[in-house]
């Protein structure tokens, strides 16, 4: 890739570099380590030419870390958020503070039912220390939830975690490097959604924080936030039991007995409507009434009647999606809505009906798809075609102007572009596709997304390595309820043509949206006999809630 493409890379550099031909060959690959280390890579990690070292300037230069998390803005919102946090929020921020302040170890887990501001509260607490010049570190587990933080970035990223963490994984951070300077400089650090994460993972982060910090004290004695919702999705373990899954939550770690539990409790996301609040903690709690094999009953309200005529999924699409063919150019309607299911094929089924009624001229981008080692030709190209596993975008890419999309890789996640980030299309090139980002701090920002080569994890079981050349998205009109964690959606579809199977994800997908008056369900699984009304199965893993 160097060799072919450093000609267009550094043609700029070239022009304003003209004298020498060692400057622009350096600024080309400043410029990629730029992004590479957003990512947590480097160039020294590719056989390309390397950095040369700076000769010893008289004034040692700030790290590169440094001076981007000084550089990170507080949004005015944030500064007011300060004014506007309830009773338990505001208990919260003055306790964290204390710690901060008074510069004494502190290790909190903020846990709070979906909607309840736990996010509103980090974004209050990271203005706050910001704005008085100190550094505050803010991550999450997903993509996603990071970029809804001012400065956010994956933990993954954040704190250099291997990718395959476990029980022995020591050091993952150079004690000398930049992010561990980063990490004994921050007065605060934030970390969203950990009970998506894999305990192994957060005692790695302990290990090297302790060595960094030269302290035995748990986390190296920061004031380190964790926070999260372990009635939503817990880590997932391919293929694992319910006690696998269990195991490999954060409550099973030596860590979560040591951690100063902060309850909020009060639904803001849906605080117009207390009997939807109420009814939400009860199914997330695995409190609400079951008829039998966790069966509960929905509120009529919220139903998708199903007539005798015509697609079932029409008359949800008509609910969530309605006057599409007037409404479809407003950035605000397309935003405020979104179908959930469980299953990519329910999805991809969804978002082929909805794209054939979304106004416009459709765009068709065909992959390029290949099986990497096979020299026998075993797999033929017609047969790759037919294959879409998880987290890759379709062989046929059908687009429009202005329908939602979704990101399916990190790309930039200094600029927002993260794997779930939400976009509108905007423009179709040959090989570039232009959108505008739609969710988080990064919304409005209009992007350019390249066609990449992609590929399926490697526990997705395929006999080969598979290789898909495609634009890195799928359309958004649908998506799994996973995906939809940590955001607010006004208006929320839930499509269940069979009954949730695994953990907090029929809770997930209702506390998505704001009243039971703009959340509805399409049920399509049998009644239960002698029962009246319309059920639907809620799992929910008590022997992980009760360790709360
Ligand atoms: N004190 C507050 N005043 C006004 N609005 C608030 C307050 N706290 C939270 N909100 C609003 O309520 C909604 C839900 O808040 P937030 O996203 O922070 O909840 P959460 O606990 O992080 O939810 P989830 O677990 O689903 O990610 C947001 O729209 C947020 O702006």
New binding site residues.
């Given amino acids: 890739l160097w060799d072919t493409y450093y000609g267009d890379m550094s043609e700029d550099f070239q022009r304003s570099h003209s004298s020498t031909t060692d400057a622009p060959i350096q600024c080309t690959l400043k410029s990629i380590n730029y992004y590479l280390e957003s990512m947590g890579q480097s160039v020294d990690k590719y056989d390309i030419p390397q950095i040369k070292q700076q000769p010893l300037q008289t004034e040692p230069r700030e790290c590169r870390e440094i001076i981007e998390e000084m550089s990170v803005k507080v949004p005015a919102e944030d500064v007011a ?1 300060q004014s ?3 009773q338990e ?1 505001a208990e919260a921020y003055n306790t964290i503070l204390q710690r901060v302040n008074s510069e004494t170890p502190g290790l909190f887990f903020v846990d ?12 209050a607490l990271l203005g706050k220390v910001r704005s008085e010049g100190m550094i505050a570190l803010a991550s999450a587990t997903s993509g996603v ?1 990071a970029a ?1 933080l001012p400065g956010g970035r994956t933990a993954h990223s954040r704190f250099a975690i291997p990718l395959q963490a476990d029980e022995t994984t020591m050091k993952n951070m150079s004690k000398q490097g930049g992010g561990a300077k980063l990490i004994r400089q921050a007065k605060l650090i934030i970390w ?2 950990t009970p998506m994460a894999k305990r192994h993972i957060i005692e790695t982060v302990d290990r090297n924080f302790r060595d960094i910090m030269d302290s035995d004290i748990p986390l190296g004695g920061k004031v380190m936030v964790f926070g ?2 372990f009635r ?1 999705v817990l880590p997932v373990v391919p293929k694992s039991t319910r006690a696998e899954t269990v195991n490999a939550s954060l409550v099973k770690s030596y860590l979560w007995p040591l951690m100063e539990k902060i309850q ?1 409790s009060t ?3 849906a ?1 117009a409507d207390t009997s939807f609040s109420n009814f939400l903690l009860r199914v997330g709690n695995g409190e609400e009434t079951t008829i039998k094999d966790n069966l509960i009953a929905l509120a009529e309200q919220m139903i998708v009647q199903q007539t005798q005529h015509g697609n079932p999924e029409e008359n949800l699409i008509r609910e969530i999606f309605p006057d599409l063919q007037q409404n479809y150019r407003s950035t605000d309607y397309i935003t405020e809505r979104i179908i959930l299911a469980s299953r990519n094929e329910f999805v991809d089924n969804l978002n082929e009906i909805l794209i054939g009624k979304f106004p416009g001229e459709t765009k068709t981008y065909i992959s390029f798809d290949s099986a990497e080692d096979d020299t026998n030709n075993y797999y033929q190209e017609e047969y790759l075609n037919t294959l879409t596993p998880n987290g890759l975008p379709p062989h046929r890419l059908v687009l429009k102007e202005n329908a939602p999309i979704m990101l399916l890789r990190t790309l930039d996640p200094s600029n927002g572009l993260c794997n779930g980030t939400r976009l509108i299309c905007r423009g179709f090139d040959k090989n570039i596709i232009h959108a505008e980002i739609t969710t988080g701090q990064y919304a409005t920002k209009q992007v350019f997304i390249p066609r990449i080569q992609l590929s399926p994890p490697e526990n997705e079981g395929y006999p080969f390595k598979f290789i898909r050349k495609q634009f890195p998205i799928r359309l958004c009109f649908a998506m799994t309820k996973n995906r939809a ?4 959606i006004p208006n929320v579809g839930l499509y269940l043509p069979q009954h949730v199977f695994s953990h907090g994800q029929l809770y997930v997908a209702l ?2 949206g704001i009243s039971m008056a703009t959340t509805k369900v399409l049920v399509m699984t049998e009644k239960p006999e002698r029962y009246k009304g319309t059920y639907t199965r809620n799992i929910v893993y008590k022997e992980v809630l009760g360790e709360i």
């Fill in positions: 958020a506007k946090l309830n929020q709070g039912p979906g909607g309840t501001g736990k996010t509103f509260l980090y974004r939830a809804i969203d959604e999260g919702d939503q909020l639904n803001m996301r605080r964690q940590g955001q607010t506390s998505r």
